[in-house]
């Protein structure tokens, strides 16, 4: 039997963990993003075409210049989904999962075997990441590189020339890889690591010695990094001053994910809070130059979370691998636990394994809404705008003003749009075009002379009006306009006379 326990408690941890990962797909039931359109369409064309430096799918602002940040996650997303299917959906996910806990193995000493306590890493992170997987936002896979990064930056010790070469080249493949995959989440990176530096350099300073050896590895670290995330194969480093700018845009007020976390439910503030507190109950029990730069990572990915609510992911990504450091380390008993059950250590084969079996059950399910990507955003399609609506704008030709939600559903119809999910080439302080805030003017003001103003700016000829254009009393008995068709979703085409 003792010749049989190891590998029976690895599987069982195994099945375990893959039962989580299928029960967080599970509960909240299949949903939907329009973003996951709009990388699909824009990783079809790159293969297609080549990268562009204007935009494709607007008449409004097809002349301007046109940022491609996340081109690279693009082509990602259009191959795993052409090749899978609809079941490729959860594959960034799984691959998240599975570097998280990687990057928690290597920052603990554990190369090629896993133990079972990292398991909960599995679970928290699967239901705190739940809300960006089918969205296949490219945050899940940029910020991975976050944690690790800073694992490698704290076990490197500069020994001999070859350990810089490398050292330098993984840090500038890393900035090449953010740079094409999400500049903008490179950027976050970089400044995430850079505020590190000068606090570990602060910390050192204060209160323990000066490491002149650490403040040059992170120095050639993040000066390795910035050179590599210059290179954007689309745009160059031209990318990151037009998201500056386009940051200080009076429409990213309105953007939801750009303004900070918000913590009206008193469960999330209450979880954050209890996150924080435990992480800095298990600091205060044993300080160490180590575990107070863990916890500075877990405070600061914090704070960049009370900014924009796109860094929450940093915050899971930083929490989940550095508390696991700050929990054992906080009494010598944790500490013996865990050595006692190094048996249990279970094989990284078989994680990957677990992993695979993960997949395949999620795949199932998502197979069962439709073998086929076009099958599933054809059915989320009819819950939006009826099938015969998108043959009436067709039949009717033109330049069509329409709302912000239902965008990525006209570009999927190769249908030109006034406006759609990738902000940045509609926001009037960055290229001159401000349909995005017009857009939002023209759907909710509820003033006529507004709405009238608007549209005065454009040379137009059909209006699509419903829930992402709320105003089809402003349309319906103005003699500028004629009614063409209406459909089942309460939307409205017209045309303007």
Same mark, same amino acid.
């Given at each position: 039997?003792?010749?049989?326990?190891?590998?029976?408690?690895?599987?069982?941890?195994?099945?375990?963990?893959?039962?989580?990962?299928?029960?967080?797909?599970?509960?909240?039931?299949?949903?939907?993003?329009?973003d996951t359109i709009w990388h699909y369409l824009m990783g079809r064309d790159v293969l297609k075409m080549g990268l562009s430096t204007r935009n494709p799918y607007?008449?409004?602002?097809?002349?301007?210049?046109?940022?491609?940040?996340?081109?690279?996650?693009?082509?990602?997303?259009?191959?795993?989904?052409?090749?899978?299917? #609809?079941?490729?959906?959860? %594959?960034? !996910?799984?691959? &998240?999962? =599975?570097?998280? /806990?990687? $990057?928690?193995?290597?920052?603990?000493?554990?190369?090629?075997?896993?133990?079972?306590?990292?398991?909960?890493?599995?679970?928290?992170?699967?239901?705190?990441?739940?809300?960006?997987?089918l969205p296949g936002r490219p945050a899940v896979l940029s910020t991975v590189m976050l944690p690790f990064l800073l694992v490698l930056y704290k076990k490197t010790v500069f020994k001999e020339h070859e350990d810089v070469i490398k050292f330098i080249l993984i840090n500038f493949m890393c900035g090449i890889l953010l740079a094409n995959l999400h500049a903008g989440q490179g950027l976050i990176?970089?400044?995430?690591?850079?505020?590190?530096?000068?606090?570990?350099?602060?910390?050192?300073?204060?209160?323990?010695?000066?490491?002149?050896?650490?403040?040059?590895?992170?120095?050639?670290?993040?000066? #390795?990094?910035?050179?590599? %995330?210059? !290179?954007?194969? &689309?745009? =160059?480093?031209? /990318?990151? $001053?037009?998201?500056?700018?386009?940051?200080?845009?009076?429409t990213t007020k309105l953007i939801q994910e750009w303004n900070p976390a918000s913590f009206g439910s008193y469960k999330a503030a209450a979880s954050i809070c209890l996150l924080l507190s435990i992480s800095a109950f298990c600091l205060a029990r044993n300080i160490t130059r180590e575990r107070v730069m863990a916890e500075a990572c877990i405070i600061l990915s914090a704070v960049l979370m009370l900014h924009t609510v796109k860094a929450s992911i940093v915050f899971t990504y930083t929490y989940s691998v550095f508390a696991l450091e700050l929990i054992k380390g906080a009494d010598t008993r944790i500490e013996e636990f865990i050595s006692r059950e190094r048996k249990a250590l279970i094989s990284t084969k078989l994680f990957v394994a677990a992993l695979g079996a993960g997949a395949v059950m999620s795949a199932l399910i998502?197979?069962?809404?439709?073998?086929?990507?076009?099958?599933? /955003?054809?059915?989320?399609?009819?819950?939006?705008?009826?099938?015969?609506?998108?043959?009436a704008i067709r039949e009717n030709g033109g330049r069509l003003i329409h709302g912000y939600d239902i965008s990525n559903y006209l570009m999927w119809n190769d249908i030109k749009v006034f406006v759609d999910t990738r902000q940045q080439p509609y926001m009037s302080d960055l290229y001159g075009v401000r349909s995005m805030?017009?857009?939002?003017?023209?759907?909710?003001?509820?003033?006529?002379?507004?709405?009238?103003?608007?549209?005065?700016?454009?040379?137009?000829?059909?209006?699509?009006?419903?829930?992402?254009?709320?105003?089809?009393w402003y349309f319906y008995d103005n003699d500028e306009y004629e009614l063409i068709y209406r459909d089942t979703k309460n939307n409205a085409l017209y045309r303007r006379k």
């Open positions: 039997m003792k010749k049989y326990k190891k590998l029976i408690i690895s599987i069982v941890i195994f099945i375990t963990a893959s039962v989580s990962v299928l029960f967080f797909f599970l509960a909240p039931g299949i949903s939907f993003d329009h607007t008449w409004v602002s097809a002349d301007t210049r046109w940022n491609q940040q996340e081109w690279l996650f693009g082509v990602f997303e259009y191959l795993i989904l052409k090749t899978l299917g #609809s079941a490729g959906l959860p %594959l960034s !996910y799984l691959l &998240a999962m =599975g570097s998280l /806990v990687l $990057a928690s193995a290597w920052n603990d000493n554990f190369r090629s075997r896993l133990p079972y306590y990292y398991i909960p890493v599995i679970a928290v992170n699967a239901g705190a990441l739940f809300p960006h997987v990176i970089l400044a995430f690591l850079t505020a590190m530096a000068v606090f570990e350099a602060c910390y050192g300073f204060l209160f323990s010695e000066v490491r002149k050896n650490i403040l040059v590895t992170r120095i050639t670290g993040i000066t #390795s990094l910035t050179m590599g %995330l210059c !290179y954007n194969m &689309a745009n =160059g480093p031209r /990318v990151y $001053a037009d998201m500056i700018k386009c940051m200080g845009d009076s998502y197979m069962h809404e439709g073998i086929s990507y076009d099958d599933l /955003v054809r059915k989320f399609q009819k819950e939006v705008i009826d099938d015969e609506m998108i043959e805030n017009d857009a939002l003017v023209i759907g909710f003001s509820g003033r006529p002379d507004d709405i009238k103003e608007s549209l005065e700016r454009y040379d137009y000829d059909l209006v699509l009006t419903g829930d992402a254009l709320n105003t089809d």
